[in-house]
């Protein structure tokens, strides 16, 4: 399977803890984009890489919101002191330039209790 | 006002029906379109994508594009119960590729 993969596909925390959650792009695709979808709601962006470099990140992504893309291949994205606000689906998608189309993973639940 | 607008739905059609979603949206910039399905529970899995105005037609899908009236639609003919999912209607331009998506139409086709 080529498509993008992310890791946990389910997670559930207690209210403080930290979680982090893995992406795996489709090999070579240079751009990399976070998204996270709450109930009855379109996906919203919340930050993309370049190859390693992250261009652009939205006002969601509060302080507690941390992403890397070391080496520009696989990403992560970390949240610390969650809150039960944070509960959603976190979206992971690729693509090969700035304007082709976004491949998006199945998705990691977080449930916050 | 959000930057794209479409009908929740639910949408419920007999198996066989032509389908018809559709979107508005106010930026100008915009020039890239995509329709998503998202089954429950699962990630947006792409249909169609489209760039500027005018038809797209993929089996039983067809995308078309007005960009004088702002407005987006997507058609499936002789629908089937396994289209039964939400659709999600995504586009970007501009200086910027990040994805503004609508909030996605429920759909149910009964068998």
């Known amino acids: 399977d080529t498509g993008v993969s992310q890791n946990p596909r389910h997670k559930i925390t207690k209210r403080g803890q930290n979680v982090t959650f893995r992406c795996d792009p489709i090999?070579?695709?240079?751009?990399l984009y976070w998204y996270r979808q709450t109930l009855g709601q379109g996906p919203e962006f919340l930050t993309y890489?370049?190859?390693?470099?992250?261009?652009?990140k939205s006002r969601l992504l509060s302080d507690r919101f941390s992403a890397e893309r070391p080496k520009g291949s696989f990403s992560t994205l970390e949240i610390q002191r969650t809150e039960q606000g944070d509960s959603a689906m976190y979206l992971c998608a690729s693509s090969f330039g700035n304007k082709d189309e976004q491949y998006f993973g199945p998705g990691t639940r977080l449930t916050v209790t | 006002q959000k930057e794209v607008e479409q009908d929740p739905g639910p949408l419920s059609v007999p198996e066989g029906a032509i389908v018809s979603l559709n979107c508005t949206y106010s930026n100008s910039a915009f020039q890239y379109f995509m329709w998503y399905r998202q089954y429950s529970r699962k990630g947006p899995e792409l249909l169609m994508y489209t760039y500027s105005s005018g038809n797209k037609e993929d089996g039983r899908f067809t995308a078309q594009v007005d960009k004088s009236s702002k407005y987006i639609s997507l058609f499936i003919r002789d629908s089937q119960p396994s289209d039964s999912a939400t659709y999600l209607c995504a586009m970007f331009g501009g200086a910027t590729n990040k994805l503004i998506f609508g909030t996605g139409t429920l759909l149910a086709v009964q068998p």
């Open positions: 090999s070579e695709h240079n751009r």
């Open positions: 890489f370049q190859n390693e470099a992250q261009l652009e």
